[in-house]
């Protein structure tokens, strides 16, 4: 059998130091606001690992998820961004 290979244009698996940065900062503010995954989950919709896997940097978010997860910490997504440097 033979070994799995990227197709071309599809990201690693490794975690990237941003999404190390972005799973830091989405445990720090859920954290700061004494939510649990579960509880997380019972806001979102979406199953406790969704979130356990974007902290441990095994997942990465689109824009669009990323602005919905903010509006469920009740963060502001540009100002979200701009703490975890990932723009300016």
Same mark, same amino acid.
């Given at each position: +059998? &033979?070994?799995? *290979?990227? #197709? @071309?244009?599809? =990201?690693?698996? $490794? =975690?990237?130091? *941003? @999404?190390? =940065?972005?799973? #830091?900062?989405?445990? &720090?503010? /859920? !954290? =700061?606001?004494?939510?649990? +995954? /579960?509880?997380?989950?019972?806001?979102?919709? $979406?199953?406790?690992?969704?979130?356990? $896997?974007?902290?441990?940097?095994? /997942?990465?978010? !689109?824009?669009?998820?990323?602005?919905?997860?903010? %509006?469920?910490?009740?963060? !502001?997504?540009? *100002?979200?961004? $701009? &703490?975890? *440097?990932?723009? %300016?």
């Amino acid at each position: +059998m &033979e070994a799995y *290979k990227l #197709k @071309r244009g599809e =990201a690693s698996l $490794k =975690a990237s130091p *941003k @999404r190390i =940065a972005l799973g #830091k900062w989405i445990r &720090e503010q /859920r !954290d =700061a606001r004494g939510l649990t +995954m /579960r509880d997380l989950s019972a806001i979102s919709g $979406k199953p406790h690992s969704y979130f356990g $896997k974007i902290e441990q940097a095994q /997942r990465g978010l !689109d824009i669009l998820e990323f602005i919905e997860l903010c %509006n469920w910490l009740n963060i !502001d997504a540009q *100002k979200g961004l $701009k &703490e975890i *440097k990932l723009i %300016n």
